[in-house]
Every structure is written in structure tokens, then in C-alpha cells.
């Protein structure tokens, strides 16, 4: 169980062109999901929360409007990343949390990334 | 303010012992652990709550000390499987995890 998909799991894009990043619960709904992105070596950074229904909570330093989300259900969150430019070349992932039950946390789930490079 | 890791790496032989430690500068809600490999996506291990307890499946366990904003992974008689980067996620109790520097893994036969 709790299992996420990512789509695609890379893309090459040239400069000034827009990249959309589907992340999808397949088993579970998800209330929340994460944003992340990871650069080589380097740990996992958070870029915003994403709930269902409601507008994404970014981190401080990620810009709304470059990082597009879109929490359209509760089994599906999208990243578009408008206007690429080589320094976005990144290891983009998402996760999924299932709500935890009595006193068990909830748990986030990640998907296989997607490897994006921007020419 | 990310939790730093300890080790930042460790190279073992397989039916070795490792512990990993993630320190956080703030009070911890939570913990949890989780292994990546390359190019791949983070897999949960385990979660620990408030409260100092100790979880454990397999060869792996771990432990959180509350009073010292720490918490502890114990991979005993690595396999290796066991290889990869290790991630602790803290809770402070935002709703969200922040992810401590990592603590690379290799285990050679």
C-alpha cells in the first residue's frame, strides 16, 4: 500500500518554456501533499504544501508564481514550472501523507521524482 | 536550522553495525527515518513519536530521546540492501517535515 506515481520521470526542456510535474496517490487519498526539490547530494528541500481544494503554502524563498500548484483532488497534485531556466534543473519529488490514525503520525509517502533539465 | 546527521558518511562491510544520529536545534514532535538510492525516491522506514520510544523491524531500530532533541538509527548486521543515503525528517510541529543533512551508507561485501 501507499503507493505515489510521478509523471514524466524526466524531461528536457529548452529555456522559457513551462513543465508540468503530475504527482498521484494510486491507493490512498491524500490531503496533503509535499513539494520538494533535491539537488545532487544534497537533502531533500521542502518548496511547499499542497492541500486539496485550497491554495499551496510555499516556503520561505520558492516564488508562487514560477512554482505553480495545484491540489485539484484528493489523489492528484500538479507542479507546473513556468518559464524554466537552467538554474531550475533539479531533482523535483513529491509526497503524499496518509493521515495517521489515535496517536500514529501521519506518514508521507514520496513518488520516484522527476529528473528536470532545462537547456 | 536543518538537523544535522552524523556520520555525514560511513563505509561498512556486510554483517557490520552503523548508527546514525540526527541532532535538531528545536523540540521534536516526531521523527521520522527515511533510505534513498540513487536517482530514486526517499522509502519511509519508520516513524517515532514523543515520548522516547524505540521502534525497530528486521536489523534496523532507532530511538528518540526527547530531552536531547535527538534521534538515533541502529542498522545492525547491514546487509547490502542497506546501502543509500539516510534521511531524518523532523516534526516541530508545523505540519511538515524538515530533513536533516543525510548520512551516506555503503556496505561492500
Known amino acids: 500500500g501507499a503507493v505515489v506515481s510521478q509523471h514524466p520521470s524526466w524531461v528536457i526542456c529548452k529555456s522559457g518554456t513551462s513543465v508540468k510535474i503530475e504527482c498521484r496517490s494510486l491507493?490512498?487519498?491524500?490531503?496533503?501533499m509535499f513539494w520538494y526539490r533535491q539537488f545532487p547530494k544534497q537533502s531533500l528541500m521542502l518548496m511547499a504544501t499542497s492541500n486539496e481544494g485550497s491554495k499551496a503554502t510555499y516556503e520561505q524563498g520558492v516564488e508562487k508564481d514560477k512554482f505553480l500548484i495545484n491540489h485539484a483532488s484528493l489523489t492528484l497534485s500538479t507542479l507546473t514550472v513556468t518559464s524554466a531556466h537552467p538554474e531550475d534543473s533539479s531533482f523535483y519529488i513529491c509526497?503524499?501523507?496518509?493521515?495517521?490514525?489515535?496517536?500514529?503520525?501521519?506518514?508521507?509517502?514520496f513518488g520516484p521524482g522527476t529528473r528536470l533539465t532545462v537547456l | 536550522q536543518q538537523p544535522v546527521q552524523s556520520p555525514q558518511a560511513v563505509i561498512l562491510r556486510e554483517g557490520e553495525d552503523a548508527v546514525i544520529n540526527c541532532s535538531s536545534s528545536?523540540?521534536?514532535?516526531?521523527v521520522h527515518w527515511y533510505r534513498q538510492k540513487h536517482g530514486e525516491a526517499p522509502v519511509f522506514l519508520m516513524i517515532?513519536?514523543?515520548?522516547?520510544e524505540q521502534k525497530g523491524h528486521d536489523k534496523i531500530s532507532a530511538s528518540f530521546n526527547e530531552k536531547k532533541q535527538q534521534s538515533s538509527l541502529y542498522l545492525t548486521a547491514s546487509q547490502l540492501s542497506y546501502s543509500g543515503t539516510y534521511f531524518c525528517?523532523?516534526?516541530?510541529?508545523?505540519?511538515?517535515?524538515?530533513f536533516g543533512t543525510g548520512t551516506r551508507l555503503l556496505v561492500s561485501p
Open positions: 491507493d490512498f487519498q491524500a490531503t496533503t
Open positions: 509526497s503524499a501523507q496518509t493521515r495517521g490514525v489515535f496517536y500514529i503520525a501521519d506518514t508521507q509517502y
Open positions: 525528517g523532523t516534526d516541530w510541529g508545523f505540519q511538515k517535515l524538515v
Open positions: 528545536k523540540a521534536l514532535y516526531s
Open positions: 517515532l513519536l514523543k515520548g522516547g
